[in-house]
């Protein structure tokens, strides 16, 4: 389980934050958790408005994000979920959302969170969802991670150190 070690950040305000999730529709109930844990992190971090844009699967995010990114949000956060199966269809899809979602936030200068499931099997994912039983919430945690990295980076472009 990957959750050892991570950290723990204390909720911090951003209220003043334009956010957005871009979910992807496969796997409903892993999605659900996804999604519930975001919202869980909104709360805790006071972001009172998020826009969320549902896209077919993990492939679709990276542009999306895009979209979102360059119309001023100020964090972008990424949620999907890409079980392995028997062809190399998992590589390219893990591949392409990982390296897109990496292209985003670094010619956008925003902050993405994360969110992205790549697992062996079902229970793998339904361990990471944040459902009741789960072993860790990474909606919850890709989401807190876009919101702290978003408030550092307004510091850093007023100048700030980080």
């Not at 911090?12 to 496969?26: M, P």
């Not at 699967?57 to 964090?75: I, R």
């Not at 392995?84 to 993405?112: I, M, Q, S």
């Amino acid at each position: 389980m990957s959750g050892a070690g991570s950290p723990t950040p204390q909720p911090i305000d951003c209220h003043d934050l334009r956010v957005a999730v871009v979910a992807a529709s496969w796997h409903d109930q892993v999605m659900d958790g996804l999604l519930a844990g975001a919202a869980r992190a909104f709360a805790d971090f006071q972001v009172e408005a998020p826009v969320v844009v549902r896209v077919p699967g993990t492939f679709e995010l990276p542009v999306v994000a895009s979209a979102l990114a360059a119309q001023g949000y100020d964090a972008v956060v990424a949620l999907g979920v890409v079980i392995r199966g028997g062809t190399p269809h998992f590589d390219y899809v893990c591949n392409a959302a990982t390296d897109g979602l990496t292209r985003v936030a670094l010619d956008h200068t925003v902050a993405v969170g994360f969110g992205v499931l790549t697992c062996d099997d079902d229970q793998q994912a339904l361990d990471r969802a944040g459902l009741e039983g789960s072993k860790e919430d990474k909606g919850y945690e890709a989401t807190s991670a876009a919101l702290v990295t978003a408030q550092t980076l307004k510091r850093v472009k007023r100048g700030y150190e980080a």
